[in-house]
């Protein structure tokens, strides 16, 4: 990149991404697989992901919102595209126009949809119906569903009833009760629609965990996410997500060090105190960059020539504070807050753990400032 760039970046190795994408469609298979590539590709970069999702084997790809698919239109992205909810009504016409896939589950969303493609005259817009079987967030009740796939199946030739599909709530979980409950429901759910004579299309539920722990719940299709990017579901997952390679590194380079003696108080608040002579580094990234401010009171760590540190005091707006205790360091070396360090590695989870979230939300948080950059196939 070019010398104006600054030291904080994110790079994603696309060859992870392919690798991960091909072991996961293997282990899928004979279902075929759907990237999810909503949120910037879980803060990886959009458009690089899908392309090298889709060249891995991904035969469509999932959003979560109407702007997001146009983004990959716009990058001449011609694969199918389902948005994962409802959106707005007035973004129908987006929805028709760039040939994206609804996802519907209300009467008032399926006329809508009938409406807009009537007036645009396109018929076969495609529409899955998610069914909600314990979720509880987005999805028509499974007494419902028959009446809803019968709607969308009777406005042909305006709309296609392409997939019915429904989303499990813990299948990252050790116990997969609650998972297998929900497969059921929506088993019995697609016998009614069946039954009423209705072709339900491509039928799919599983997401990352429930493709690796519940295999009868792969259907036509798995929807992955996080798996992709080669972060376990969860630390239940961890073991069998041995063979998947994160893709994503971020680094900075230490902008200043001094030697602080015993007592000094480190950042806003003094929230840390050295209990000893020491030498602290200052790294320009901050929680502006999506560095969680209360990294350093959570214990979150960061590699430096190949060890560990930790973070200390406040994470503030643009810069934050290593105590690398006397090991020598110079301007300028590299500090991995995510990845790989010489033998040492810290991961999405590990640093989700210390805050106590996920590895999903610790790169989703990752701002647009940090400039990504793509190691090319
Ligand atoms: C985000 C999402 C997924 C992907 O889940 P992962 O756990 O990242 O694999 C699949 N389906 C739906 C409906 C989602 O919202």
Redo the contacts with the bound molecule.
């Keep these: 990149m070019s010398s104006g760039m600054r030291s904080a970046r994110i790079d994603v190795d696309l060859d992870a991404i392919f690798h991960n994408v091909s072991a996961m469609a293997s282990r899928a298979a004979p279902a075929r697989v759907m990237a999810?590539i909503?949120a910037d590709a879980?803060g990886h970069g959009a458009v690089a992901v899908a392309e090298t999702a889709l060249a891995a084997g991904a035969g469509s790809l999932?959003v979560?919102l109407v702007q997001e698919g146009i983004e990959l239109r716009r990058a001449g992205i011609e694969a199918p595209i389902l948005l994962?909810?409802e959106q707005p009504e007035h973004q129908i016409g987006d929805i028709v126009s760039h040939g994206l896939i609804a996802t519907a589950y209300s009467v008032s969303y399926i006329d809508a949809l009938v409406r807009e493609s009537r007036a645009r005259n396109v018929a076969g817009q495609e529409v899955h119906l998610?069914i909600d079987t314990g979720m509880n967030r987005v999805g028509v009740s499974p007494s419902r569903a028959v009446e809803h796939a019968g709607r969308i199946a009777a406005s042909a030739p305006w709309l296609s009833l392409g997939g019915v599909?429904t989303?499990f709530a813990s299948a990252?979980d050790a116990d997969s009760t609650f998972a297998v409950e929900q497969w059921q429901i929506f088993r019995s759910a697609l016998d009614d629609i069946r039954g009423a004579g209705i072709d339900v299309g491509t039928v799919h539920a599983a997401?990352?965990?429930a493709?690796i722990n519940l295999p009868e719940s792969r259907a036509d299709l798995v929807?992955?996410?996080?798996?992709?990017y080669g972060i376990a579901?969860s630390a239940v997952l961890e073991e069998q997500c041995q063979d998947l390679r994160p893709a994503l590194s971020l680094t900075a380079g230490i902008s200043y060090i001094k030697r602080v003696p015993a007592g000094q108080g480190i950042s806003y608040g003094s929230r840390y105190r050295c209990p000893a002579e020491t030498t602290i580094v200052t790294v320009p990234i901050g929680y502006a960059d999506g560095i969680a401010r209360r990294s350093g009171i959570a214990g979150v760590e960061v590699l430096i020539r190949g060890r560990r540190h930790p973070i200390v005091g406040v994470v503030t707006m643009d810069q934050l504070m290593v105590d690398v205790g006397d090991e020598e360091v110079a301007v300028g070396d590299e500090v991995v807050f995510i990845g790989r360090q010489g033998g040492e590695i810290i991961t999405a989870n590990e640093v989700g753990e210390r805050l106590g979230t996920i590895g999903?939300e610790v790169v989703c948080s990752l701002s647009s400032r940090v400039p990504r950059v793509h190691a090319q196939l």
């Design positions: 999810v909503k879980y999932a979560a994962l909810s998610k599909y989303h990252d997401n990352s965990a493709t929807r992955i996410g996080i798996s992709m579901p999903y």
